[in-house]
């Protein structure tokens, strides 16, 4: 098994690296899609690091803060629980928690009694959370734009790719 998923180093690779090379299927590290995508990642988040500094957000701060606001608006009056913002975010409870104190002390969320489980917490994003992640989407979202501009019409294929990959369809 090679670094990015494949099982079969190839003949042309194998012998570029030699004794001492990496053992790997392809010719080119550019044809990897997992470094590759690594390498757009990076750039990505880069790029959200920017955007996001002016409001004194990370980017899991951000994406978070805009999960629970959008949870928090479509919920129906239902309060909107831990596990379910990690649910719906991707993250890891455990993170998640940490990240949400953070977001506490900057008064930018509040936990509150859950209305039926005395051991539970709510969650809600304060007035001045939902202003500021509000305020924030327009910068990420212009990030996203201006990012994944060189893709013009391809965007949604590409998103909808990306979905089967984070779905495993």
Do not use: Y
Not at 50 to 74: I, K, R
Not at 145 to 163: E, G, K, V, W
């Amino acid at each position: 098994m090679t670094a990015h998923g494949g099982s079969t180093p190839s003949k042309l690779a194998d012998s570029q690296a030699g004794t001492n090379g990496l053992h790997t299927e392809f010719g080119d590290a550019d044809e990897s899609p997992g470094l590759v995508l690594w390498q757009v990642t990076n750039r990505w988040q880069a790029a959200q690091r920017a955007a996001l500094a002016p409001f004194d957000l990370t980017h899991v701060q951000f994406v978070l803060l805009a999960s629970l606001t959008w949870l928090t608006a479509g919920s129906g009056g239902d309060p909107v629980m831990q596990r379910d913002l990690a649910t719906h975010a991707a993250t890891d409870p455990m993170m998640t928690s940490q990240v949400l104190r953070a977001l506490e002390q900057k008064g930018l969320i509040e936990r509150r009694d859950h209305p039926t489980d005395r051991r539970a917490k709510s969650l809600v994003p304060t007035e001045s959370g939902a202003a500021l992640v509000n305020r924030a989407i327009v910068a990420v979202e212009a990030c996203d734009n201006d990012f994944f501009a060189p893709l013009a019409d391809r965007t949604p294929q590409f998103t909808a790719a990306l979905r089967r990959l984070r779905d495993g369809t």
